[in-house]
């Protein structure tokens, strides 16, 4: 129906008004007052609606609000709110681990029980619709000076040949010198292999090894040790004790990274819980989950349960029997964009947050993760400050076209880029080239795909995590078929670290989360977590009418054809699979908007999915089309198989 204003919008203008006429009476007293009023008399308007759009801040219980690490929509229409421990080390000592469930229909909330500290893990969609939820924290990070006691990796050696050995957490390491170091987690450390050797006239056994996370017994520098040594394991006795033992070079008071998790679940959308699945080989934070063309999820790259940045050990998680097998080891920051594209392969784009050198696992390009072949895609301008960008694949996702938006430095570096850079990767010799700036700095930028085949971008900030108040209420659109940015309504909350967000059903786009570091300009107030949940609508919900569908199948498989009842005959512009968001830090690998063929005729609409399983991965998407204005309908959820 058309635009009709609100009473808000009515009472806002009635109150404009009045206060501009008392500015003429007294204007120092209420100029600020009538400049806020007639701001918000001015977004209020239709002509501003249709071009603009606006924002909402969406009213949250105070018992639901929680520091929302990780969003994604499910495919009951819900959005799943991770926080784990929320960056709160508190709360991770005192194992308080968060999830909640919200309905963006009703606003309604919920608390789903979390059964380990979730934070900073990976996710994906799988075919099915569960979510895959991946890593997570064992440890929060101790900076220099905030160490007490000292600490780090044991290799633990098992000499016998006959049976693996498991040392529970708590095991006591001795050093020669009497000092006593207790591990972290349970270690099992596999048996040991026997090799023939002398044309098998004499057996040979190889010691096998594993790492555990150790800390002294004694505080400060009494225990500490800086030479290495070869540790005895308390308790042990005879031949056992001859075969297991414990080698350390360095247990010190230096800073301690943040350490990650093995467990893994699969979040359920409809029983509403958290399902354990096998663990990793490799514990796992800030780690990226990438869906594969078959249906297999890749986990690529954290920090592992010594808080070192895994060495290129990724592995495959298969949903049909929920457990995991190496992967090709290849070498990436943490939490690396990595896009599934037409022929299978994998697109790493350069965008990452978090952990890694400056000089390794940066470079943009096409990985074959069968033959773990990886081609460079050259041309980015400004390749040092892809960290803590954004990257999209652009719709529709046929093009295949794969844009990287704003970044900066590695580490808390204070460098921030506008940048925007385009690769083809269509074309023989794919690179990248330069695409429309974004007119600022921008780090932790947020970019997600809408119906109509655009980019809505929003938030970020010029310096590492929102220092000196740098937020950025700023939000635009990208046209692809124009190649320019177009202004959008301004938000009302600044969002920079642990931000999220992602398109709603309805056609909105809801944004969570922010972390900054400091509350004030001169960075000398601690900040606090952003627990408000703000809500934008595009221009296009603002329109006379928009198309519905009214029935169809919630099944079709890739490269068949289905029927569709829309509201009315009007003429259908598109069609487009949408598949639904799962983000962290800047990070949304899932998010793709695929197009559909299509043939109408009158209220019955005919579309065909397309055939590529790496166009179309199998699982839950938002069926939506669009009418001769490119207003999109609300989506219907269709599974795809």
């Not at 633990?156 to 957490?169: G, I, Q, W």
């Not at 958290?274 to 986990?299: F, I, N, Q």
């Not at 269509?426 to 970019?447: E, F, H, K, S």
Request: hydrophobic share 35%; aromatic share 8%; glycine share 10%.
């Amino acid at each position: 129906m058309p635009y009709r204003p609100s009473a808000r919008t009515r009472k806002t203008a009635i109150g404009a008004a009045a206060l501009l006429t008392l500015a003429g009476l007294n204007a120092p007293a209420v100029h600020g007052i009538a400049t806020r009023a007639y701001h918000e008399y001015t977004i209020s308007r239709p002509e501003y609606l249709a071009d603009h759009g606006r924002w909402e801040t969406v009213e949250v219980p105070e018992r639901w609000r929680v520091n929302a690490i990780h969003a994604a929509l499910l495919h009951t229409g819900k959005v799943l709110l991770i926080a784990g421990s929320g960056n709160d080390e508190k709360q991770f000592a005192a194992g308080t681990f968060r999830s909640v469930l919200w309905d963006p229909a009703g606003n309604t909330f919920r608390e789903v029980p979390t059964p380990k500290d979730l934070f900073c893990a990976g996710h994906a969609q799988l075919p099915g619709g569960r979510l895959l939820v991946a890593g997570g924290t064992a440890r929060y990070e101790k900076l220099e000076g905030d160490v007490h006691r000292a600490g780090g990796t044991m290799i633990v050696s098992n000499e016998y040949p006959d049976a693996p050995k498991t040392l529970p957490k708590g095991t006591v390491f001795r050093s020669p010198a009497g000092k006593t170091y207790r591990s972290q987690s349970a270690v099992l450390v596999p048996r040991a292999r026997k090799v023939l050797a002398d044309g098998g006239r004499r057996v040979r056994v190889t010691a096998s090894r594993a790492r555990v996370y150790v800390e002294a017994d004694r505080p400060g520098t009494e225990g500490a040790t800086h030479t290495a040594a070869r540790y005895s394991i308390d308790g042990l006795r005879g031949a056992d004790a001859r075969n297991h033992y414990g080698t350390a070079s360095k247990l010190a008071l230096d800073k301690k990274d943040f350490q990650g998790i093995r467990e893994a679940y699969e979040f359920d959308p409809v029983a509403e819980r958290y399902l354990p699945t096998a663990p990793m080989s490799e514990a796992r934070w800030y780690p990226t989950l990438a869906t594969l063309v078959d249906g297999a999820v890749l986990a690529a790259s954290g920090l592992d349960d010594m808080g070192q940045i895994i060495p290129g050990r990724n592995e495959i998680y298969r949903p049909a029997s929920r457990t995991w097998s190496p992967g090709p080891n290849r070498y990436f920051p943490t939490y690396p964009a990595l896009f599934l594209t037409a022929d299978g392969r994998l697109f790493y784009s350069g965008s990452s947050s978090g952990y890694g050198p400056a000089d390794r696992g940066r470079l943009p390009g096409l990985w074959d993760v069968r033959t773990n072949t990886f081609r460079p895609v050259p041309g980015l301008d400004e390749a040092d400050l892809t960290e803590t960008s954004a990257s999209v694949l652009l719709p529709p996702a046929q093009q295949q076209r794969v844009m990287i938006l704003g970044g900066g430095g590695v580490g808390e570096s204070p460098r921030a880029t506008g940048r925007t850079a385009i690769a083809d990767l269509t074309r023989p010799a794919p690179r990248y080239r330069r695409g429309p700036d974004l007119g600022r700095g921008t780090r932790y930028l947020n970019a997600v795909l809408t119906p109509d085949d655009r980019v809505f971008t929003t938030g970020g900030s010029g310096d590492y995590r929102g220092k000196g108040t740098s937020d950025h209420l700023v939000a635009q659109f990208y046209d692809p078929a124009h190649d320019v940015f177009r202004p959008a309504a301004e938000p009302g909350v600044g969002r920079n670290y642990h931000a999220e967000a992602l398109l709603l059903p309805d056609g909105r786009i809801a944004t969570f989360g922010s972390d900054p570091l400091f509350a004030d300009e001169a960075n000398t107030q601690d900040g606090t977590f952003e627990q408000r949940i703000e809500v934008y609508s595009p221009p296009y919900l603002y329109r006379a009418s928009r198309p519905r569908v009214l029935s169809g199948p919630s099944r079709i498989a890739r490269g068949a054809g289905a029927s569709f009842t829309l509201e009315a005959a009007g003429t259908v512009r598109g069609a487009r699979l949408m598949r639904p968001s799962a983000v962290t830090h800047t990070t949304d690998v899932e998010q793709r908007s695929v197009a559909l063929d299509i043939a109408q005729h009158g209220t019955r609409l005919r579309v065909t999915v397309p055939k590529s399983p790496g166009l179309v991965p199998r699982g839950w998407y938002m069926f939506t089309v669009t009418d001769a204005r490119g207003t999109p309908s609300p989506a219907r959820w269709v599974r795809v198989t």
